[in-house]
């Protein structure tokens, strides 16, 4: 069953139930993602953590790999890899625009492994970017297609410099 048919479905019984109790209708929610003939469309909203939503549909339709692309509004921490210490230095920044959200999707001890760099402009169109550690949708929305790849993509610790890296 496809999911915006079972999604219809689980509004329609919730509505049910509501009136047979005698209470109001809940507030209906969108889905958050569509298929496309490529993969999906996601479609966050205010408050929504972009890289949870993103693992969530990496498990439920167990995506093998993907590569993304995005824009919005939004709540980012960059990070910077200091291969000294083999950490990111974080930096948060509040009401960006994300001109531009850029991914992949892999998997690591089987579990969704998010590599997403992005680059952000504040009202004064001064622009920032680098790796996300964090994003959460600000005022507005974010839209992010996903382009599914067939094959399984796998993160691995390169031993050579500590950082994770995409493999086959």
């Not at 079972?6 to 019984?13: N, Q, V």
């Not at 910077?80 to 959200?101: C, G, H, I």
């Not at 992949?104 to 579990?111: F, P, R």
Request: charged share 15%; aromatic share 8%; net charge neutral.
């Amino acid at each position: 069953m496809n999911s915006f048919l079972l999604t219809s479905l689980t509004l329609g019984t919730s509505l049910l139930a509501h009136v047979a109790a005698g209470q109001s209708a809940p507030k209906p929610t969108a889905p958050k993602y569509v298929r496309t003939p490529t993969g999906f469309l996601m479609v966050l909203r205010q408050g929504d953590n972009v890289l949870q939503e993103l693992e969530q549909l990496t498990t439920r339709e167990k995506i093998p790999g993907a590569s993304l692309a995005g824009i919005g509004f939004g709540h980012p921490t960059f990070g910077f890899w200091n291969a000294q210490t083999k950490t990111y230095d974080p930096k948060a920044f509040r009401d960006v625009e994300m001109a531009s959200l850029t991914g992949s999707i892999a998997w690591k001890e089987g579990k969704p492994a998010l590599h997403l760099h992005g680059v952000a402009a504040d009202k004064t169109f001064a622009t920032v970017g680098g790796h996300i550690l964090s994003l959460e949708v600000g005022t507005g929305s974010m839209e992010i297609t996903v382009t599914v790849h067939q094959q399984r993509q796998i993160r691995e610790v390169d031993e050579r410099n500590g950082a994770t890296v995409m493999s086959w």
